[in-house]
């Protein structure tokens, strides 16, 4: 089993920063990718970034590109996720996920966090 546990949501103004922790522990080995999503009341979860734990490489939401970079510590077992220039339409509950396999070619999320709120005050 592996566990998820994001830290570092809150309140900041707009065009302010924040950076988002996911530490994972337990069977780890082997992990393909890791991610964020996000979730905001009444809306569906949606992908925000993802990276690749052996090569680095990053993938972005349109909505993120240039305002956000995810980031990995292979030793600590943790993502990040700095996000610049908040803006109003960022609010929500922020997850973290973990992929062990592939499906279709594409990163199956199989493991989630709790999530972390973020909150944007104009």
């Known amino acids: 089993q592996v566990q998820l546990v994001e830290s570092g949501g809150g309140l900041v103004q707009a065009g302010g920063s924040l950076r988002l922790s996911c530490a994972a522990s337990?069977?780890?080995?082997?992990?393909?990718?890791m991610g964020w999503f996000r979730q905001a009341p009444g809306k569906e979860r949606e992908f925000v970034a993802d990276?690749?734990?052996?090569?680095?490489?990053?993938f972005y939401a349109n909505s993120v590109k240039g305002r956000f970079t995810i980031s990995r510590d292979t030793v600590k077992n943790t993502v990040y996720l700095q996000m610049n220039s908040l803006k109003p339409a960022d609010p929500a509950d922020y997850y973290c996920?973990?992929?062990?396999?592939?499906?279709?070619?594409?990163?199956?999320?199989?493991?989630w966090g709790p999530g972390t709120q973020v909150t944007v005050s104009s």
């Open positions: 337990g069977r780890t080995f082997g992990t393909y990718a």
């Open positions: 996920a973990l992929s062990i396999r592939l499906r279709a070619g594409r990163y199956e999320y199989d493991y």
């Open positions: 990276i690749n734990w052996s090569a680095g490489s990053t």
